[in-house]
Nanobody, 122 residues
Framework: QVQLVESGGGLVQAGGSLRLSCTRS????????MAWFRQTPGQEREFVAS????????SYSNSVRGRFTISKDIAKNGVYLQMNGLEPEDTAVYYC???????????????WGQGTQVTVSS
C-alpha cells in the first residue's frame, strides 16, 4: 500500500513563497510519475505539475508555469513543490499524487495524499 503525506502548507502574503513536501511510504518500486493537484471549494481538482520519475521530465499548468517548480526528493521517495510569486488565486488545498504516467489527468493517478491547505492573502 502506498501512502502519501503532504506538508508545508500555510498562510502567506501575496508575492511570497512556500515549499510543499510529499513523502511516499511504500515498499514497492518507484512510481512512473508523481504530481501535484489543487482544489478549491465547489471546484474540480486542478492539475498543477507533474514529474516523470525515471527521466525527470516536468510538466506544468499554464497558471503556474514560471512560478512553481516540481522536483524529486530521492531520500523520501517523494516530491517537492516550490511555489514562488504566490497569488490569492493560488489559495487551495494541494494534493500529492502518484500514478502510471506524467499527465494532467486526475484518473491516471492511483494514490493520493490527504492534502495541505495553502492560503495566500492579498
Amino acid at each position: 500500500q502506498v501512502q502519501l503525506v503532504e506538508s508545508g502548507g500555510g498562510l502567506v502574503q501575496a508575492g511570497g513563497s512556500l515549499r510543499l513536501s510529499c513523502t511516499r511510504s511504500t515498499r514497492t518500486s518507484s512510481p512512473y510519475a508523481m504530481a501535484w493537484f489543487r482544489q478549491t471549494p465547489g471546484q474540480e481538482r486542478e492539475f498543477v505539475a507533474s514529474i516523470e520519475w525515471s527521466s525527470g521530465t516536468r510538466s506544468y499548468s499554464n497558471s503556474v508555469r514560471g512560478r512553481f517548480t516540481i522536483s524529486k526528493d530521492i531520500a523520501k521517495n517523494g516530491v517537492y513543490l516550490q511555489m514562488n510569486g504566490l497569488e490569492p488565486e493560488d489559495t487551495a488545498v494541494y494534493y500529492c499524487a502518484a500514478g502510471r504516467g506524467s499527465t494532467p489527468i486526475e484518473s491516471d493517478y492511483y494514490y493520493w495524499g490527504q492534502g495541505t491547505q495553502v492560503t495566500v492573502s492579498s
